[in-house]
């Protein structure tokens, strides 16, 4: 998915999931944990803007298994110091593993295995998968308004 993607599915579920914590902060926080694992794709933005899509080989080990398991380990080490906190990080870093997994081939055990597993939820094809991400951020934006109209955190 696109960066929008991740932080707007980070945000909703949040809104959704957690009202009470839904402070403009943490919803920023929440946002900015939910796309920070694509900051791995930065060492291989040239291949992705000639190929115009970030393969599986874009991804380090900081995308997969591992990852997640350190933004677990800073979501505790979080909950340290403020529980309110480590639950909105720990929200929007297991939300951006949920969304590739939902929707990207992914390796979602390795090391452990180097298996691939695609749930085939989005196309394949460049055309297909820019009309899907498109409709799936547009949805989600509109969802991502409503909740926090709803939530009156914004007056629409």
């Not at 990080?89 to 695609?118: E, I, K, N, Q």
């Amino acid at each position: 998915m696109n960066t929008i993607a991740h932080a707007l599915f980070a945000n909703i579920l949040l809104l959704l999931g957690a009202p009470e914590m839904a402070t403009p902060t943490n919803l920023i926080i929440n946002a900015l944990a939910g796309v920070a694992v694509d900051l791995d794709h930065i060492p291989k933005l040239g291949k992705a803007l000639r190929t115009l899509r970030f393969g599986q080989s874009s991804r380090t080990r900081w995308h997969e298994l591992q990852g997640l398991l350190v933004s677990m380990i800073v979501s505790v080490l979080a909950t340290l110091y403020s529980p309110e906190l480590g639950r909105v990080l720990l929200m929007g870093a297991v939300s951006h593993y949920f969304l590739d997994l939902a929707t990207r081939p992914t390796r979602p055990l390795y090391p452990l295995s180097d298996a691939t597993v695609f749930l085939e939820m989005a196309p394949m094809s460049l055309r297909g998968l820019f009309a899907y991400d498109t409709v799936l951020t547009v949805t989600m934006g509109v969802i991502w308004l409503w909740s926090l109209n709803g939530l009156g955190l914004l007056q629409l």
